[in-house]
């Protein structure tokens, strides 16, 4: 596996300015559910290493639950055909569900997750998403926490995945893909 430098294009967000958006965005949150029922529910893979920060800055108390969406294949553009892989464990009916996701390109997929659950009857359902990348909108997505616009380039890094490598990274980078040479497998 190549070395993440050796296709680094830039460094998009650092570490440090990661940390004061997701404080930011756990401080408000918190604001606006004081005295809510909060249950967050995280999509799987991506979300994880922001979710894990984000609830740490998060001062109500709340519940935690998983989702695990397909939408992409193998390929690096989201597909629009949703293939949900892991289920809620919890009942979200008559709750105050926020959705916490990596990134909303295309917005496909986080359109039908929302529909889904809409469908459960939660008492309010919000997303909260790290990263948006509004060049690239399909759909309307309505975000009602957001950490960061960015442009429309290949990311990785804080949960975001190239190939499923390089999650661990504390900051987000935009990948040179006529440098990267993707492993086969």
């Known amino acids: 596996m190549q070395d993440y430098h050796e296709f680094l294009d830039e460094i998009l967000v650092d570490a ?3 940390q004061k958006r997701v404080a930011e965005l756990g401080a408000q949150i918190s604001l606006d559910y004081q005295g809510k029922d909060l249950h967050l529910v995280c999509i799987l893979r991506g979300g994880v290493v922001f979710l894990t920060d984000l609830m740490r800055y998060i001062t109500v108390p709340h519940t935690l639950d998983f989702m695990a969406v397909s939408s992409y294949g193998t390929a690096r553009q989201s597909t629009g055909q949703i293939r949900i892989t892991y289920d809620l464990k919890d009942e979200i009916h ?3 569900v926020l959705l916490v996701e990596d990134i909303v390109d295309s917005g496909y997929t986080i359109t039908s997750v929302l529909d889904m659950l809409r469908t459960r009857h939660p008492r309010s359902l919000r997303v909260c ?6 060049e690239r909108r399909e759909v309307v997505v309505p975000i009602d926490y957001c950490g960061f616009v960015i442009p429309n380039k290949f990311v990785f890094g804080y949960g975001l995945d190239l190939d499923e490598y390089y999650r ?6 935009t990948v040179n893909l006529n440098k990267y040479k993707p492993e086969s497998r």
């Not at 998403?129 to 509004?134: G, R």
């Not at 661990?168 to 980078?173: D, E, T």
Request: charged share 20%.
């Open 16 to 18: 440090v300015t990661l």
């Open 94 to 96: 008559d709750r105050n």
């Open 129 to 134: 998403t790290m990263l948006d990348k509004p």
């Open 168 to 173: 661990n990274l504390p900051f987000i980078a």
